[in-house]
């Protein structure tokens, strides 16, 4: 088992390989979709951070004080631009 995966490993290297010698990329041409994807995986965990909080303060008259923090990195990593 181990071997075959290492042979899917070794496939999907020189797939990423060829990819890149073939689209002549760069790290400069890549940095603009890192930050996006980035921002993108930041917004995600605020928000789920955000519906945690908010289920597991349901009952809790503190419950408005305790997801602005989340709400706020929510929306400003939403209207960040890239």
Same mark, same amino acid.
């Given at each position: 088992?181990? =071997?075959? !995966?290492?042979? !899917?490993?070794? +496939?999907?290297? #020189?797939?990423?390989?060829? /990819?890149?010698? /073939?689209?002549?990329?760069?790290? *400069?041409?890549?940095?603009?979709?890192?930050? @996006?994807?980035?921002?993108?995986?930041?917004? @995600?965990?605020?928000?789920? *951070?955000?519906?945690?909080?908010? =289920?597991?303060? *349901?009952?809790?008259? &503190?419950?408005? +004080? @305790?997801?602005?923090?989340? =709400? #706020? !990195? =929510?929306?400003?990593?939403? #209207? &960040?631009?890239?």
């Amino acid at each position: 088992m181990a =071997a075959r !995966i290492g042979v !899917i490993l070794h +496939l999907f290297n #020189v797939v990423i390989l060829l /990819v890149t010698l /073939v689209f002549r990329a760069e790290v *400069a041409s890549q940095q603009g979709a890192y930050a @996006a994807s980035v921002l993108v995986l930041l917004t @995600a965990a605020s928000v789920a *951070a955000y519906l945690d909080v908010r =289920a597991r303060w *349901a009952g809790s008259r &503190w419950r408005w +004080l @305790a997801l602005v923090p989340f =709400a #706020v !990195i =929510a929306t400003s990593f939403s #209207v &960040w631009p890239c």
